[in-house]
């Protein structure tokens, strides 16, 4: 069984609605549901549409209502009309401004042929009321007031234009947003103009999506995704109507009640200006949402609640349940809330299960179809709270937390993770990354105040340590920050600009090291080239990323809808990960041939014990420096457990660089005690300075950890074990 609610970009818990594009098929007569009669081509709409508004959407479609000029059109027509609601529009109407009884056509002209019924048209309108001819299946033609709404037929004496047709379903979902879009919310009658229309559009929608299914007309997907597009429309309408009319500084609420849906519309505050929790329950007590105020904003929030009571009969599955087929066994419920927060406690949904049901329950939203989610439910983030099997209530309680793994979240559904996961990651990363800032703090102020700046190592990992400590901080502070599209996309811009930096002298590491064990060669006039690579191409990578954003669905596709990354949604992700494993993989072959180099030239004795012994400690050493943990980034999708592996890791590389090239390194140690010395002599008198004045300036801890150090001697490279 299953127990839903929703989540939009701007929303807590609202449906994700990804509208499925139809694809362009050249057709050789006529377009999908289109029907093919001699050299015509018509549609039998299933939409009920009084006759002024089915003229106009045969027009949308390059057609006309149709007109009928001969018996044998007349005869094909009465062939093709399908037995449900075979009463439809044609293209005739009475001219009254004119003359009462004059018959036109649409195109203006008038009948030549005509096959009315029995003493009709009877002429009984009166001239204030405009009379429009309709075809009943094996009857002749009768006339109605043009305001009443049968469904009609189009033509069009040419195949009309190869595009997809839109279904019926699809017809009545597009004129049903459009006419919100038109409606102006500053009118104090339109939330219930459109709560109307909203009704009218479901009872609509129950006769004609269901039948399209059956017929293959449309796609099982498609039905749903046409209707969350729907009640996306609605809300965010429902949205822009209390923003404008709630726009006082106290609390004040909007309810709207009926046979479709509870409505609530409230201004609510945060408990420092006062605030109380948002509760919104259904016509039975068992059915309730709860949002504690500790969500809203001190300034006040506009959220909208919204319970469907019948909205789940158009989800159902019109192929019949199987045994391992999931179900929806609830209403559908809906909160948007806008400026969007970030979570600060769970909200509750408390559900009433329709049917009588055995076996696990879900809580979940409309995610979208995907191959993680083939039925288009997610329950990431949300749990089921009381879900006993007699039960006939479920209740669900969702958060949304952010996690390190996200930066390399290319799929866009990531493994399959859970709320006890989810809490762990998230304290994973802030207390890892909290360690890897004040690393990298730390050794920023030891190279810069322990070894010589100007020199290339002092320069590349005061660099590292500073690209990548901003890169985190940016993390901590801003990830979460999505309320404002464009502070999110700078957000994101800049980690992914300080990030892409550190990468780039990880790279330098990488080549300086093998450039000073492999070739034993001094890059001092390189780093001016290094700087500029280093803080340029990432600038450049950036300007790509936001191009190609705004070149296609807007610069607001250049993040995610959960957080101030780039998304995963149109594959910018991609960017950043093949450039951080082209880069790691290079990494990962310069650490592979410096082991190598390193072991081959230790001391005899029991030399592979001492081979094995060098390698291991070298690559603990080098590893933090040349980042090549961010490889399980790739795999990180594939299974939860290299999620794990790639959060502590990563969230603690400052910190790992600080303890192994400051703390460990003995050159920086002994320089470190003879500042002591200097500054309490009387309490260090028995330490000896004379080390530290020997220390080489130029190659200050190139590479060490316990008994091991690299260092650059006089005119020749050397590995020294001590």
């Known amino acids: 069984m299953i127990h839903n609610f929703k989540m939009t970009t701007r929303t807590i818990l609202v449906i994700i609605t990804l509208i499925l594009q139809n694809a362009v098929n050249p057709v050789e007569v006529c377009p999908d549901n289109w029907c093919h009669v001699r050299d015509t081509c018509f549609k039998f709409s299933f939409m009920k549409l009084n006759w002024t508004a089915a003229k106009s959407a045969c027009e949308t479609l390059g057609s006309k209502l149709v007109v009928i000029n001969s018996q044998s059109e007349q005869e094909a027509l009465d062939s093709k009309i399908p037995d449900t609601w075979p009463v439809r529009w044609i293209g005739l ?19 030549n042929y005509t096959h009315w019924k029995a003493e009709e048209p009877d002429n009984h309108s009166t001239y204030d009321e405009e009379e429009c001819a309709y075809m009943y299946q094996k009857v002749q033609w009768n006339h109605w007031n043009c305001t009443i709404d049968p469904p009609y037929i189009c033509e069009n004496s040419t195949a009309p234009s190869t595009t997809k047709v839109p279904s019926a379903t699809e017809e009545l979902v597009n004129n049903f947003t459009s006419t919100l879009n038109r409606t102006d919310v500053r009118q104090n009658t339109s939330l219930q103009d459109s709560v109307s229309l909203l009704q009218y559009t479901l009872e609509q929608l ?17 039905k749903n995704e046409f209707v969350f597009k729907m009640a996306v429309a609605f809300e965010e309408f429902a949205l822009k109507y209390g923003r404008y ?39 039975e007590k068992q059915t309730f949402i709860n949002i504690p105020s500790s969500n809203f904003d ?32 609830t209403i559908i419920m809906s909160v948007s809330m806008d400026p969007k927060p970030k979570l600060q406690q769970n909200i509750v949904l408390n559900f009433r299960n329709l049917q009588d049901a055995h076996g696990e329950r879900h809580c979940v939203f409309w995610s979208g179809f995907s191959g993680k989610n083939p039925d288009g439910w997610s329950g990431e983030g949300c749990h089921a709270v009381r879900s006993t099997s007699n039960s006939e209530q479920t209740e669900c309680s969702c958060n949304h937390m952010t996690n390190f793994a996200v930066l390399f979240d290319y799929s866009g559904n990531g493994p399959k993770i859970t709320e006890t996961d989810d809490k762990i990651l998230t304290i994973l990363t802030y207390v890892g ?19 010589d700046v100007h020199q290339p190592l002092s320069q590349i990992r005061v660099s590292l340590a500073g690209s990548l400590g901003a890169g985190q901080i940016i993390f901590l502070a801003g990830v979460d920050q999505t309320k404002n599209t464009g502070v999110c996309v700078t957000i994101a811009a800049l980690m992914q600009y300080f990030l892409m930096a550190a990468f780039c002298w990880m790279l330098v590491e990488g080549i300086y090291l093998y450039l000073f064990v492999v070739k034993v060669y001094n890059i001092n006039n390189k780093m001016s080239t290094y700087h500029v690579m280093s803080w340029g ?45 082209m880069i790691e993989v290079f990494n990962l072959l310069i650490l592979v041939r410096v082991i190598k180099e390193m072991t081959t030239m230790q001391p005899t004795g029991d030399k592979h014990i001492q081979q094995i012994r060098v390698g291991i400690r070298a690559c603990v050493v080098m590893v933090p420096l040349l980042g090549v943990t961010w490889l399980f980034g790739l795999v990180s999708p594939l299974h939860k457990a290299f999620v794990y592996i790639f959060t502590i890791l990563n969230s603690t590389q400052g910190f790992l660089i600080f303890l192994l090239h400051c703390v460990r390194n003995t050159q920086i140690r002994e320089r470190f005690k003879g500042r002591i010395n200097r500054i309490f002599p009387a309490a260090n008198n028995s330490i000896s300075t004379k080390r530290t004045s020997q220390v080489n300036q130029s190659d200050v801890g190139a590479l060490q950890l316990k008994a091991i150090e690299v260092q650059r001697c006089s005119d020749t490279g050397v590995i020294e074990l001590n």
């Open 93 to 111: 109407y009475q001219d009254s401004k004119n003359n009462q009884s004059s018959w036109l056509w649409v195109d203006g002209i008038r009948p």
């Open 245 to 283: 009319h709630l726009n006082e500084s106290m609390p004040a609420e909007i309810n709207n009640v009926n046979s479709k849906l509870v409505l609530r519309i409230q201004k609510v505050f945060s408990p420092i200006a006062n605030g109380s929790n948002f509760h919104l329950e259904g016509p």
């Open 206 to 222: 129950k006769n004609v999506s269901i039948r399209e299914v059956q017929m293959n007309t449309i796609t099982e997907q498609e």
């Open 537 to 581: 191409v990432p600038a450049v990578m950036v300007a790509i990323s936001l191009s190609i954003a705004a070149g296609e669905d807007g610069i607001q596709s250049f993040v995610s809808k959960k957080y101030c990354w780039m998304s995963s949604a149109n594959r910018l992700i991609w960017i950043f990960a093949a450039f951080v494993v």
């Open 433 to 451: 990354l909290a360690l890897s800032i004040i690393g990298i703090i730390l050794t920023i102020i030891s190279y810069a105040l322990l070894t």
């Open 298 to 329: 001190s300034n006040g929030s506009v959220l909208v609640g919204i319970m469907y009571t019948d909205l789940h009969e158009l989800l159902k599955s019109s192929s019949g349940a199987t045994k391992n087929t999931r179900r929806l066994n």
